[in-house]
């Protein structure tokens, strides 16, 4: 297993379930790192990416780690021995965006801004359903 040749041929039958694992689970990664964005204010988004705020610095590390899977996974439909010196480099950057992501995010484990706004939708939905309902006992 020595050559690069063998090693396509000995892990060809594992390569596409570890790498539709791996999309799954950056996807995951991506929207949970989104959900601690208030994305609903993008100036604030903005000033947060300028400013380095952890959040906002994981989202963007965690996007463009998306973007580099979702572009290596047209060319690595090919086994030729050309597309996998290329193909190991990019998965190498996406692991390395996402250990830093992982880091980044990991120094400040906010509550994220989904169950915040849910939380505040459902006191909002209760106190006006409160005032319309007449109930005799």
């Known amino acids: 297993m020595t050559t690069p040749t063998n090693l396509l041929q000995q892990y060809h039958t594992l390569a596409y379930p570890a790498q539709s694992l791996l999309y799954l689970l950056l996807t995951i990664s ?18 947060g990416f300028f400013t380095l705020d952890p959040a ?8 463009i780690a998306l973007i580099l899977s979702l572009s290596q996974q047209m060319t690595s439909d090919r086994s ?14 996406v692991a390395l965006l996402v250990g830093v992501a992982w880091a980044v995010i990991s ?3 906010d509550v994220d801004h989904t169950e915040e706004f849910l939380m505040s939708m459902e006191v909002e939905g209760n106190s006006r359903g409160d005032e319309s309902v007449d109930v005799t006992a």
């Open 107 to 109: 120094t400040r484990p």
């Open 30 to 47: 991506t929207v949970s790192a989104f959900d601690r964005v208030n994305l609903a204010k993008a100036s604030m988004v903005l000033r």
């Open 80 to 93: 030729e021995q050309q597309i996998l010196r290329p193909c190991i480099v990019v998965n190498l950057v």
């Open 56 to 63: 906002a610095v994981t989202s963007f590390l965690y996007f």
